[in-house]
């Protein structure tokens, strides 16, 4: 696919609903004290190709970033997965490349780790990956079933996948025909769990282990919404500026959104929306490592990564 073309399909996505240096040693009074200083962590990294959903893996201490590499909705095989340390710094920009291995990917776009598999949504299939060798291990159709799969969550009882409803409008652009859905897997089955259009093109979804519940975030709407499994309500959190995309829950009342509408990092708080992070355009699928207490943001039109901290909770 040209590059133009490319640029055109995921720009029209976007408006159809809406490395680091290290730091120097420090001077040693003696020369059996002198050691070198950590390198500094890199606030960003270039070099991807439409990243849409970054993961963190605290066991291996390493982030899995997820390539879309073209048209999000085409299945054109050439999606991939790059790894980074966990400083953030580069380790294989093409860990998991489709075409290569027994691989398929066309275009991935959130991930979720359950044991040693690193689950993958890709257009209309759920794919899973050995998170350590990178190795194919699980492929999940749901071909006539979900349209855009877009976000993975992983729940008490099982791993729970958003679907977009986007497609292509014939026209080289994207459209939102719907509908707009929420799947779950458990083992190598999926099912759908919920279907309805107040969900709004659902986008980032989480786990809210305090409520027992789930909050989605709307592409195509204002409204963060709690849904419980099992259940066809849906109850309103809190609104944002729109074309919400990550969704990540930190714990003690607060939980961090992405805004496309005004390429902000928020965080939700008390019911209280508050920008923690600006000039982030296309800020896609953000993970977080507490160990650190970094979050990475994907920037899918900007081809790079950037990192910031996590604010500290308030009382």
């Given at each position: ?171 080289g652009g994207m459209a939102h025909p719907g ?137």
């Amino acid at each position: 696919m040209h590059v133009r073309h490319t640029t055109i399909a995921l720009l029209a996505f976007a408006l159809a609903v809406g490395c680091g240096r290290e730091k120097a040693p420090a001077p040693a009074a003696a020369a059996d004290s002198a050691a070198p200083a950590p390198a500094a962590m890199p606030d960003k990294v270039e070099g991807f190709k439409h990243p849409e959903s970054a993961r963190y893996d605290a066991e291996l201490d390493v982030w899995y970033v997820s390539n879309i590499n073209g048209d999000p909705s085409a299945k054109d095989g050439n999606g991939y997965i790059s790894r980074l340390k966990g400083d953030g710094s580069p380790d294989s920009m093409e860990f998991i490349v489709g075409g290569k291995d027994s691989v398929t990917l066309n275009g991935p776009k959130g991930m979720a780790i359950v044991g040693d598999t690193l689950w993958v949504a890709d257009i209309d299939v759920i794919r899973g990956f050995n998170r350590k060798t990178g190795a194919p291990v699980a492929s999940v159709s749901l071909e006539g079933k979900a349209k855009f799969l877009n976000d993975v969550g992983v729940g008490p009882d099982g791993v729970y996948i958003t679907d977009s409803g986007f497609g292509s409008d014939g026209k080289g652009g994207m459209a939102h025909p719907g509908p707009d859905q929420i799947f779950k897997l458990s083992g190598h089955t999926a099912t759908l769990a919920l279907k309805s259009p107040a969900l709004a093109a659902p986008n980032g979804i989480a786990w809210d282990s305090a409520g027992r519940r789930f909050l989605v975030g709307p592409f195509a709407g204002k409204t963060v919404q709690a849904w419980t499994p099992g259940s066809s309500r849906l109850s309103p959190v809190a609104d944002t500026p729109g074309q919400v995309d990550g969704v990540e829950v930190l714990g003690q009342d607060r939980v961090l959104l992405t805004s496309w509408t005004d390429s902000t990092l928020d965080i939700l708080q008390g019911g209280t929306l508050t920008p923690v992070g600006g000039k982030l355009p296309s800020p896609a699928d953000i993970g977080v490592d507490t160990k650190r207490g970094r979050v990475a943001i994907p920037l899918l039109m900007e081809d790079r990564v950037e990192f910031r901290a996590i604010p500290q909770a308030t009382p």
